[in-house]
């Protein structure tokens, strides 16, 4: 089902069986992610996190997403690897590589994937060992970041006013939102309109998203503990804090429904 308003981009509302089949991808997602959770210790590399995320997706048929993908950076190759791995400074799109994690760090991990025709995406920020209580801070901020968020879509009738309440959240906290990076809608592709920014941006004032049963969107806030501007490597894909500071990145593909939000990227409903 399409929603067209005047002068705004088409929005794909999911029926329930649409919703159904996108929680059969999600699953799957939640399932990489809580392989990566227990792998990520001193001494692994984000190569070997690569690799497990792969396995889960071939053992389950689904397609990954992110592998292929192109670059929008004139030039540069399409991304090469299942995850996005991005450790300390690094905000998103961190290519994989042999580089053993140290105690101490903070690495996302993004992933997604396509089963039965249908995508799933969702990410989260985990602590290498013991790290210093300001980064685990930031870590916990930007978890709470989503699930206020979430929680939000359930009350708010507009995505303005969730935005506001994540924007507003963070800053209390003094850290940042980064705002070169926004959430999306998703289903059939991985990224469908409509842009769901983590801020409250001129252009959602100005085209704002109702909140209706069958909207699913992709929320995923990026915070950061000193600056919200960031900058792309020369690889053409990893994208860093400009003051080197840490950031972290939480995702969850979330259904509204009737009876409310339900995350699709769990393991348990």
Same mark, same amino acid.
């Given at each position: 089902?399409?929603?067209?308003?005047?002068? #705004? =981009? @088409?929005?794909?509302?999911?029926?329930? #069986?649409?919703?159904?089949? %996108?929680?059969?991808?999600?699953?799957? &997602?939640?399932?990489?992610?809580?392989? &990566?959770? *227990?792998?990520?210790?001193?001494?692994?590399?984000?190569?070997?996190?690569?690799?497990?995320?792969?396995?889960?997706?071939?053992?389950?048929?689904?397609? =990954?997403?992110?592998?292929?993908?192109?670059?929008?950076?004139?030039? *540069?190759?399409?991304?090469?690897?299942?995850?996005?791995?991005?450790?300390?400074?690094?905000?998103?799109?961190?290519?994989?590589?042999?580089?053993?994690?140290?105690?101490?760090?903070?690495?996302?991990?993004?992933?997604?994937?396509?089963?039965?025709?249908?995508?799933?995406? +969702?990410? @989260?920020?985990? +602590? &290498?060992?013991?790290?210093?209580?300001?980064?685990? *801070?930031?870590?916990?901020?930007?978890?709470?970041?989503?699930?206020?968020?979430? #929680?939000?879509?359930?009350?708010?009738?507009?995505? /303005?006013? @969730?935005?506001?309440?994540?924007?507003?959240?963070?800053? /209390?906290?003094?850290?940042?939102?980064?705002?070169?990076?926004?959430?999306?809608?998703?289903?059939?592709? %991985?990224?469908?309109?409509?842009?769901?920014?983590?801020?409250? /941006?001129? +252009?959602?004032?100005?085209?704002?998203?109702?909140?209706?049963?069958?909207?699913?969107? +992709?929320?995923? =806030?990026?915070?950061?503990?000193?600056? *919200?501007?960031?900058?792309?490597?020369?690889?053409?894909?990893?994208?860093?804090?400009?003051? #080197?500071?840490?950031?972290?990145?939480?995702?969850?593909?979330?259904?509204?429904?009737?009876?409310?939000?339900?995350?699709?990227?769990?393991?348990?409903?």
């Amino acid at each position: 089902m399409l929603r067209k308003v005047e002068n #705004r =981009p @088409v929005i794909k509302l999911k029926s329930p #069986r649409e919703i159904g089949l %996108m929680r059969e991808a999600g699953r799957v &997602v939640a399932l990489a992610l809580d392989r &990566v959770r *227990k792998l990520a210790v001193p001494g692994v590399t984000t190569a070997d996190l690569d690799a497990a995320v792969a396995e889960i997706f071939r053992e389950h048929g689904a397609i =990954p997403l992110f592998r292929g993908y192109p670059c929008s950076v004139k030039g *540069k190759p399409p991304f090469p690897a299942v995850i996005c791995a991005s450790v300390n400074e690094q905000v998103v799109h961190g290519i994989p590589n042999r580089r053993p994690l140290r105690q101490g760090d903070v690495i996302s991990i993004d992933t997604g994937c396509k089963l039965n025709g249908w995508c799933g995406d +969702a990410a @989260v920020t985990l +602590a &290498v060992g013991a790290i210093r209580p300001e980064h685990q *801070k930031l870590l916990d901020v930007t978890a709470e970041t989503l699930a206020l968020a979430i #929680r939000a879509t359930a009350r708010c009738r507009t995505w /303005s006013e @969730v935005a506001n309440l994540m924007e507003r959240y963070v800053k /209390s906290q003094w850290m940042y939102v980064i705002e070169k990076f926004v959430g999306h809608g998703i289903g059939q592709d %991985m990224h469908e309109e409509p842009q769901v920014p983590n801020f409250v /941006s001129k +252009a959602l004032r100005k085209n704002d998203i109702r909140l209706e049963p069958g909207l699913v969107l +992709a929320v995923e =806030p990026m915070v950061a503990l000193g600056t *919200k501007d960031v900058r792309t490597l020369d690889d053409g894909w990893t994208v860093e804090t400009k003051d #080197r500071a840490a950031s972290a990145h939480f995702e969850h593909t979330v259904a509204l429904t009737t009876e409310g939000p339900r995350i699709l990227t769990l393991l348990d409903d």
